[in-house]
């Protein structure tokens, strides 16, 4: 009788011992070829960077390379004293201003309904003199108008005189007389103009 070996070769498990394993084996691959990919972007991004930084560098040292204007001194100069002359002519000018709409609205608020003016004439207050002290000229103004009665003009007289800007209200003439077939009365108001400063 012939004796039979039932035991396993020895040669088919060193077999399978040596062949690698090829999914470990392309996982170990992958990793591998992954890094290199983040290596190679890192150091491009750092290179980009490190260049970007070495031109602020330099244009940071342009900048302070530029020298820094000197400081311009203001306390003498001619254009400030200029303009200090021309605000206080111009506070001067309009302090000396009479205010002619304000004036001639108050004198229309008050004139009576049957009452016209046929002229009209006003002049400002003269400037005081050199000497601050003196005090100004008043203005002169002087009103021509019509009306159908001497009581008329007695209320324009009355209330010409609580104007703020007007004073001394004075009637010149007051005549009965014709117009445009009509019995009407012509007359003449003067008064003063006050100076801004007097006004109330």
Excluded: C
């Excluded at 070829?33 to 290179?47: D, I, K, R």
Aim: glycine letters at 6%; charged letters at 20%; aromatic letters at 4%.
């Amino acid at each position: 009788m012939r004796a039979v070996n039932l035991l396993p070769a020895k040669k088919d498990t060193r077999d399978r011992r040596r062949q690698p394993n090829l999914v470990a084996l392309g996982g170990v691959v992958a990793a591998v070829a992954v890094t290199a990919v983040m290596a190679m972007w890192f150091l491009n991004a750092s290179g980009a960077v490190t260049d970007r930084q070495s031109e602020v560098d330099t244009l940071h040292a342009e900048l302070a390379a530029i020298p820094a204007p000197n400081p311009r001194d203001t306390s003498g100069d001619a254009l400030v004293t200029e303009k200090s002359g021309r605000l206080a002519a111009l506070s001067a000018a309009l302090g000396g201003r009479v205010a002619w709409d304000r004036l001639f609205r108050e004198i229309s608020l008050v004139t009576p309904d049957d009452v016209w003016f046929t002229s009209l004439q006003a002049s400002a207050p003269a400037a005081a003199a050199a000497d601050a002290s003196a005090p100004a000229t008043p203005g002169a103004f002087s009103i021509a108008g019509r009306t159908y009665s001497h009581d008329a003009v007695a209320r324009l007289l009355s209330r010409l005189s609580i104007v703020p800007h007007l004073d001394d209200v004075k009637l010149e003439k007051s005549i009965l007389g014709k117009a445009d077939g009509r019995t009407v009365v012509e007359f003449t108001i003067s008064a003063a103009v006050r100076s801004p400063g007097a006004t109330s």
